[in-house]
C-alpha cells in the first residue's frame, strides 16, 4: 500500500527554527509536494521538489531524499501567522496525488 | 493567474435535501477538476476526478449516486450531493488543473452543514 507519515502536532516558539518531517512508500514517485493549510481554508502551494536536496524559498525551505523516502520543510524566523498545518504530499507513478495526514504546527509567543 | 473559485463558500442545509457546489477556474481551462473532502483534523481525501464532458472517476467508497459531479465546461465542474445527512457534513475542496494532474490549483472551499 501507499503510505505517508508526518507528525500529527508539532510546537515551536516564535522566532524559532522548526523541521516538518515526512517519510513516504508510494508505487512510483514523481515529485513531493508541501502545502500550508489555515484552519478552514483551501491548502496553498508551498514547495515541490523532483530532484534531491535542499531548495530554499525564503523562510522556508525543502529537502527530499529519494533513496530515504524523506522529505522535511524547514520553518525559519517562525511567526504567528504560520501556525497552520503542513501537508506533505507525493506524486506516485500514475501521476496521482497521495496526502500525509498533515501536521499542525503551533507557534507561542 | 490560476485562480479557482467555488461557490458557496459555507451552506446549511436540512437532512434529505440536496446541495449544489460549483468550482469554476476563472482564467484557464481546466481539462481536470478534482473533488476533495476534508473532516476536522483530518487530511484530503479525494472524492473523484473528473474531465470535461467525460463521467469522473470516483475513489473507493464513495457512492457515486449520491455525489453526483458533472464537468459540462473547461471552467466548470459542480458537485450534487443528493439527500444529505448530518454526516455528510465537511469542507468540500476542489481543486482544477490544465497541466499534469498533480498540478493542481485549489479553490477556497465550501463549508457544508447538515441540520
Known amino acids: 500500500g501507499q503510505n505517508i507519515d508526518q507528525p500529527t502536532e508539532m510546537t515551536a516558539t516564535e522566532g524559532a527554527i522548526v523541521q516538518i518531517n515526512c517519510t513516504y512508500q508510494?508505487?512510483?514517485?514523481?515529485?513531493l509536494f508541501w502545502y500550508q493549510q489555515h484552519a478552514g481554508e483551501a491548502p496553498t502551494f508551498l514547495s515541490y521538489n523532483v530532484l534531491d536536496g535542499l531548495e530554499e524559498k525564503g523562510r522556508f525551505s525543502s529537502f527530499l531524499s529519494r533513496s530515504k523516502g524523506y522529505s522535511y520543510l524547514l520553518l525559519k524566523e517562525l511567526q504567528m501567522k504560520d501556525s497552520a498545518s503542513y501537508l506533505c504530499a507525493v506524486v506516485d507513478s500514475n501521476y496521482q496525488l497521495i496526502w500525509g495526514a498533515g501536521t499542525k504546527l503551533i507557534i507561542k509567543p | 493567474g490560476a485562480v479557482v473559485s467555488q461557490h458557496p463558500s459555507w451552506v446549511i442545509c436540512k437532512s434529505g435535501t440536496s446541495v449544489k457546489i460549483e468550482c469554476r477556474s476563472l482564467d484557464f481551462q481546466a481539462t481536470t477538476m478534482f473533488w476533495y473532502r476534508q473532516f476536522p483534523k483530518q487530511s484530503l481525501m479525494l472524492m473523484a476526478t473528473s474531465n470535461e464532458g467525460s463521467k469522473a472517476t470516483y475513489e473507493q467508497g464513495v457512492e457515486k449516486d449520491k455525489f453526483l459531479i458533472n464537468h459540462a465546461s473547461l471552467t466548470l465542474s459542480t458537485l450534487t450531493v443528493t439527500s444529505a445527512h448530518p454526516e455528510d457534513s465537511s469542507f468540500y475542496i476542489c481543486?482544477?488543473?490544465?497541466?499534469?494532474?498533480?498540478?493542481?490549483?485549489f479553490g477556497p472551499g465550501t463549508r457544508l452543514t447538515v441540520t
Open positions: 481543486s482544477a488543473t490544465d497541466r499534469e494532474p498533480h498540478e493542481q490549483y
Open positions: 508510494t508505487s512510483g514517485f514523481n515529485g
